[in-house]
């Protein structure tokens, strides 16, 4: 409980100092009116100076606003993703700080405000503060009121790119590790602040300049639900969905993300996805042939679920030795690791607190340091892709779903 | 438990939402002083006689309009509180859950922190607050299916405001409630063993009737934790099962010799593993120190909430009290008003105007290429909407050849 006296609000919230070395502008925001004395003098009103010859002056919200745009500078155009255009920024009092400035486009078929994605990316953001994850450093509204993100910039692309460039990106199991630890890291902390990040694939792991994965792209997260509340069941990506939501559990926990994790991990290994089915009753079958096919034995309750339905021939699930062959690069550890993140019944699925005590961390190889690992070609090459990787029509409810299916073919080697 | 400490601290609430009392007050009182000075000044230079200032407004001898008397901080502090009452019946009437309807109140308060009464409107700012509240919450109505149930048929009003509400609350939408901490501390007492079911059911249940509505209509969210707020409101409810729980949790208790390795030790709840604990004695004076201080924290916290238990719904609601407390202000400020911000619809329409006005260059697109369409679509912005947006389009598609 945080009930200790020890928490006092913090000391100037809305009057903080002048910027002084790193500037992390939502938490501490320089306050744009001077001071007043309390002399409630007939002053001019804020604002006014800086939009001369308007009939309007900004209000106080307004110029705090103004003020944060005014940090940066946008540079060009990084990347774009079905909800968003990501530029590079440059800090306006030090150019040599690189930012990606997030800017949410506007959507024409959602009428009904600010979008889902970004409320969601905007709350999750702002409260989780970690290594592994993408920091927001600040977010401010530009003219006709759209929205942008202030994220940490990071110029090594994404884990899907290295993952697929096997002419040039060479690594092995020590790698692995170290990014497994990475992003194990980035899922634990989401779980112990109770948010599903519900989107876990190698394309929102995010390379910085010190190596270090960061988990990005919250835009379908949301808080563990209260006991009986219905959730949708309709989200991570296809070829990283679990079973229990291919077959319409509306009632999940972290173990969603889980098994997302252990698909990253299978394909960092074999470098392509493991279960990359064409549609969802495809993706079920994948699942029943290469893991085994979830049964009341293997997952009580299972047949009840809305949409359980698999193929009639039932596969057994499969041994430890059964992986070796394909997964044997990361070990015995590694594998037995892999295949309790790929356990069928969630309630038997290993947890994230459990995946950072599991042994595989400690045997050798010890994981690389992040300085000496493996990155991609950096952002121009990365744009390359990414144009190529342009989301085109969509013919599925969830965009994102089809969307991503149909990125990954261009690289994946089918 | 420290772990929990650190994590709040975190938080955005902790971060940007949590004053003392005098920094709170010190806030407010700027806000409303320059609403002040922002209407006078506005007011001054437009002698117009125009809508709704038109009293307020007679001009002088002089010909120079006389200012309206402004509402006081104190006015614009029973104003917010009407208007949050107004919010939590609002959300009853639209029968969305209790946690929406507590963010929801905790967004207006947030908003009227650094914005004035005067400045923008309460009445739709609190149906801002709540439709907001929903999609912060996870919940994304149509909004027009959600206005109605307020008996409007203007989805743009709502709408217009929903960017202010985000901008005044400082893009930080995740509130943290005391509502899980209440349900996690009647499981304790139940672990406890020698408490009557039936009283816990009891305490609890007047908890949550209190957490609905005192901490929602005063100061406390800004003051204290949320399990602060939460043993406040079971102190209310049953004084002697709070305190119960203060000191259970706070008295150093040998761990059963039984539950010992096979419990995984949590990863970041560093301060309290075993080992720190063994010295019994010194445990036990810092678990009596902590125990008392957080005994004032909550008992601060009460006297907050006891000012306005669940009961005052009905103070706020009543006719009389609306009469001779709330009608005077509400009249005042009807003359005293911003008259450029409280229309939101229009202001979202001169906002906009504004920034396609604005040819400064280093806005909004990249600085880097000076083709003329581009340049084109900054100088006419969005005054041509439809047809600048094409013109972007075309632009971004660019490298790709033709859109076809
Ligand atoms: N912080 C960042 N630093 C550098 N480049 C980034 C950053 N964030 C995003 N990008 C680039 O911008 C592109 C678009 O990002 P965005 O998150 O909007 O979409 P996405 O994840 O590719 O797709 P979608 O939104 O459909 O899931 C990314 O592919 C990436 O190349």
């Not at chain 1, 913090?10 to 744009?32: E, F």
């Not at chain 1, 993952?163 to 199991?173: E, K, L, P, Q």
């Not at chain 2, 208007?83 to 209790?98: C, N, P, T």
């Not at chain 2, 678990?287 to 909550?298: A, E, H, M, N």
Request: proline share 7%.
């Amino acid at each position: 409980m945080a009930v200790s006296p020890l928490i006092v609000p913090p000391a100037d919230a809305l009057h903080p100092h002048p910027q002084k070395t790193a500037p992390s502008p939502l938490k501490r925001q320089t306050s744009a009116v001077p001071s007043s004395n309390g002399t409630p003098a007939l002053v001019r009103p804020p604002g006014q100076d800086i939009q001369t010859g308007l009939s309007m002056s900004l209000d106080r919200v307004e110029q705090m606003n103004e003020q944060e745009k005014r940090k940066y500078i946008k540079d060009r155009k990084l990347g774009e993703g079905t909800y968003a255009i990501v530029y590079l920024g440059r800090s306006r009092q030090d150019s040599t700080q690189h930012v990606a400035i997030k800017k949410i486009k506007k959507q024409k078929e959602f009428r009904d405000g600010m979008a889902p994605d970004a409320v969601r990316e905007l709350k999750y953001l702002q409260e989780l503060h970690h290594p592994n994850i993408i920091n927001l450093i600040s977010a401010f509204s530009s003219k006709d009121q759209n929205l942008n993100l202030v994220l940490e910039f990071l110029p090594y692309g994404d884990l899907e790119a290295l993952i697929r460039d096997v002419t040039h990106v060479r690594y092995g199991a020590a790698d692995i590790k170290a990014w497994m630890g990475m992003l194990s890291r980035a899922i634990w902390f989401c779980h112990e602040n109770r948010v599903l990040h519900r989107d876990i694939k190698p394309n929102n792991l995010l390379i910085a300049a010190d190596g270090e994965v960061k988990l990005a792209d919250f835009g379908l997260a949301r808080s563990f639900a209260e006991p009986g509340h219905r959730m949708t069941a309709n989200v991570i990506t296809r070829w990283y969905r679990p079973p229990e939501l291919l077959f319409g559990a509306r009632h999940y926990s972290g173990a969603v993300d889980i098994w997302a994790v252990g698909l990253v991990f299978a394909e960092l290994i074999i470098r392509a996805p493991f279960l990359p089915a064409e549609n969802e009753v495809e993706q079920i079958s994948l699942i029943c042939k290469q893991i085994g096919t979830p049964t009341e034995e293997n997952w009580p309750g299972v047949t009840k679920l809305k949409e359980y339905i698999v193929p009639s021939e039932v596969t057994p699930v499969w041994e430890r030795s059964a992986y070796m062959g394909r997964f044997g690069a990361v070990g015995v550890d590694g594998v037995d690791l892999l295949v309790r993140t790929l356990a069928l019944d969630p309630r038997k699925r290993i947890t994230a607190h459990e995946i950072l005590e599991h042994k595989w961390w400690r045997m050798d190889p010890k994981p690389t340091r992040k300085e000496d690992l493996p990155r991609g070609g950096g952002s121009e090459e990365k744009m390359g892709s990414d144009l190529k990787r342009r989301p085109g029509l969509d013919d599925e409810s969830n965009p994102r779903g089809a969307k991503v299916a149909r990125k990954l073919d261009f690289g994946a080697a089918k | 438990m420290a772990s929990e400490d650190a994590r709040y601290r975190q938080s955005s609430q902790f971060r940007l939402w949590s004053f003392s009392p005098a920094q709170l007050a010190a806030a407010r009182e700027k806000a409303n002083i320059l609403a002040q000075s922002s209407i006078a000044a506005r007011l001054a230079s437009t002698p117009n006689t125009s809508a709704p200032t038109s009293n307020a407004n007679t001009p002088d001898r002089d010909g120079t309009p006389s200012l309206p008397e402004f509402l006081t901080p104190a006015e614009e502090a029973t104003m917010v509180s009407f208007y949050v009452s107004e919010l939590l019946r609002a959300g009853d009437h639209a029968e969305v859950g209790e946690v929406v309807k507590a963010t929801g109140a905790a967004f207006f308060r947030r908003f009227y922190i650094t914005n004035s009464i005067m400045t923008y409107p309460p009445q739709e700012m609190l149906i801002v607050s709540l439709f907001f509240a929903c999609k912060a919450e996870g919940i994304f109505p149509r909004i027009g299916d959600f206005v109605s149930k307020f008996g409007r048929d203007r989805p743009d009003e709502i709408l217009a405001g929903e960017y202010l509400l985000c901008q005044g609350i400082r893009f930080a939408f995740d509130v943290k409630h005391p509502f899980r901490a209440l349900k996690g501390a009647s499981m304790e007492l139940r672990r406890l063993g020698d408490i009557e079911e039936q009283r816990i059911n009891a305490a609890e249940r007047r908890a949550r009737e209190i957490l609905n509505f005192s901490p929602l209509i005063t100061d406390a969210y800004f003051h204290y934790t949320p399990s602060q707020i939460m043993l406040a409101a079971l102190s209310l409810a049953d004084r002697g099962l709070a305190e119960r729980l203060i000191s259970h949790t706070f008295h150093y208790v040998a761990p059963p010799t039984d539950s010992g390795p096979g419990t995984p030790m949590a990863i970041g709840d560093a301060p309290t593993t075993r080992r720190e604990l063994k010295i019994e004695d010194k445990e036990a004076i810092i678990g009596s120190q902590i125990r008392d201080k957080v005994l004032g924290t909550v008992e601060a916290c009460r006297d907050m909430l006891a000012k306005e238990l669940p009961e005052r719904r009905e103070h706020w609601s009543n006719k009389a009290v609306f009469k001779a407390q709330i009608q005077p202000i509400r009249k005042k400020l009807a003359k005293c008003r911003d008259p450029d911000r409280y229309n939101l619809v229009e202001l979202q329409r001169a906002r906009r105007e504004q920034a396609g006005n604005r040819s400064d260059s280093e806005e909004d697109e990249p600085e880097d290429n000076g083709r003329s369409l581009e340049k084109d679509a900054a100088v006419f912005g969005d005054a041509l909407p439809r047809d600048t947006k094409r013109r972007k389009v075309v632009k971004t598609e660019d490298p790709f050849g033709p859109p076809l």
